[in-house]
């Protein structure tokens, strides 16, 4: 996502009021209610990936969505080429975007990916899924990038 073109970071930094025309002021409403709502919206997870990206902890999010891709790969040469791929980015320790999980969930992957099923990273996506609700989550709803655009939906909303 280019900072020049995102509009989530145009609303941050100089409060323009260009929104998609389909982002509704419920939906942003919504996602103060659960973390649950947020990630099942159209524009939730956009919008909370660029929060996390923001704060330099967008490694979480970008796991749990390639999570969601893979889980959807019907291939199996596709999930081996997949699972050795978020293996190296995101499990392996020292990893360039390693995620923070208990080293019992690591050694399952690793048995796992050897014939990788489209469950192989699901308990590593619970436990960053529990992560971001319970750690980012609560700091997004109080984040200016939040704030700023529920603001900016009131206002186009009156």
């Known amino acids: 996502m280019n900072r020049q073109n995102c509009w989530i970071c145009k609303i941050c930094r ?6 998609p025309s389909n982002l509704t002021l419920e939906e942003v409403l919504q ?3 659960s973390f649950e709502n947020l990630m099942t919206t159209k524009y939730g ?7 996390l990206k923001l704060e330099h902890s967008d490694e979480n999010i970008k796991f749990w969505m390639a999570c969601e891709t893979y889980k959807k790969m019907a291939s199996r040469w596709s ?3 997949r699972a050795k791929k978020l293996y190296k980015i995101y499990i392996q320790p020292q990893s360039p975007r390693e995620i923070n999980i208990d080293s019992s969930t690591r ?3 690793i048995k796992n990916i ?15 899924y529990m992560h971001m609700e319970m750690d980012s989550y609560p700091r997004f709803l109080k984040s200016e990038m939040y704030q700023k655009l529920l603001k900016t939906m009131q206002s186009n909303n009156s």
Request: proline share 5%.
């Open 45 to 51: 997870p956009v919008v909370y990936a660029a929060y």
């Open 107 to 109: 050694e399952t992957i």
């Open 31 to 33: 996602w103060a209610q």
């Open 79 to 81: 999930r081996i080429s």
């Open 14 to 19: 100089n409060g323009s009021k260009r929104l």
């Open 114 to 128: 050897q014939e990788p099923t489209q469950t192989c990273f699901e308990e590593a996506q619970k436990i960053v």
